[in-house]
């Protein structure tokens, strides 16, 4: 695994090593991560969810999903717009998601900003889909190295210091590029995981917004 980053599984097939063999992460690798994404509200949900992990691991927001889909609304950024201070105070209370005021208040303030961005280009998905990164910013193979070294991209970069300058908050660019590579707008399966080649087909038949 030090030389590939590959896992093999008991089913004998190769996977990312990050999902380090747990059942409910090896399913998320395998059914989610890098899948491409176009629905607005699953977009807005990862890069919220994105930035509670900032600080943590991803594996203890993943088992925290359902909570916070149930404490802001299933991300329907229309209606976590209109939450207020008591909102707030509940949601500092819930014990069943991240309790960090700051983030908190992050995501109603990004959900108002999700709604200026959706009303200016048709769809958050036709916005994030803008910072595809060309196959010249691509590295010719993804191995572990590569990933390793990697945390952050011109891409990245630059879509953290857009979605900044139009009042978006926690969304530094290695937070982005996660958000990235989750939502399939890059391939970052490594070479040898049994995903590679699925995700490059479904970005491949992907009908962009």
């Given at each position: 695994?030090?030389?590939?980053?590959?896992?093999?599984?008991?089913?004998?097939?190769?996977?990312?090593?990050?999902?380090?063999?747990?059942?409910?992460?090896?399913?998320?690798?395998?059914?989610?991560?890098?899948?491409?994404?176009?629905?607005?509200?699953?977009?807005?949900?990862?890069?919220?969810?994105?930035?509670?992990?900032?600080?943590?691991?991803?594996?203890?927001?993943?088992?925290?999903?359902?909570?916070?889909?149930?404490?802001?609304?299933?991300?329907?950024?229309?209606?976590?717009?209109?939450?207020?201070?008591?909102?707030?105070?509940?949601?500092?209370?819930?014990?069943?998601?991240?309790?960090?005021?700051?983030?908190?208040?992050?995501?109603?303030?990004?959900?108002?900003?999700?709604?200026?961005?959706?009303?200016?280009?048709?769809?958050?998905?036709?916005?994030?889909?803008?910072?595809?990164?060309?196959?010249?910013?691509?590295?010719?193979?993804m191995d572990y190295?590569?990933?390793?070294?990697?945390?952050?991209?011109?891409?990245?970069?630059?879509?953290?210091?857009?979605?900044?300058?139009?009042?978006?908050?926690?969304v530094g660019p290695?937070?982005?590029?996660?958000?990235?590579?989750?939502?399939?707008?890059?391939?970052?399966?490594?070479?040898?995981?049994?995903?590679?080649?699925?995700?490059?087909?479904?970005?491949?038949?992907?009908?962009?917004?």
């Amino acid at each position: 695994m030090e030389k590939t980053g590959i896992i093999i599984g008991e089913d004998g097939q190769g996977r990312c090593f990050w999902h380090g063999g747990l059942e409910d992460y090896r399913r998320y690798h395998d059914e989610e991560w890098g899948r491409p994404v176009t629905d607005d509200f699953r977009l807005f949900e990862k890069i919220c969810l994105e930035g509670f992990q900032s600080g943590l691991s991803w594996l203890t927001i993943l088992r925290k999903r359902e909570n916070f889909r149930a404490a802001f609304a299933g991300f329907d950024f229309e209606r976590v717009a209109n939450f207020g201070e008591e909102d707030i105070e509940r949601l500092v209370a819930d014990a069943g998601i991240i309790r960090h005021r700051g983030k908190i208040v992050s995501t109603i303030n990004n959900a108002r900003r999700a709604i200026e961005l959706r009303d200016e280009f048709g769809s958050l998905a036709r916005f994030f889909w803008s910072f595809e990164p060309g196959a010249d910013e691509r590295p010719t193979v993804m191995d572990y190295a590569t990933l390793s070294a990697n945390p952050t991209t011109p891409t990245s970069v630059r879509l953290s210091k857009d979605l900044k300058k139009r009042g978006w908050t926690f969304v530094g660019p290695t937070t982005v590029y996660a958000f990235m590579q989750a939502m399939g707008l890059v391939n970052d399966h490594l070479a040898g995981c049994i995903c590679q080649p699925e995700v490059d087909r479904l970005r491949a038949e992907l009908i962009r917004p």
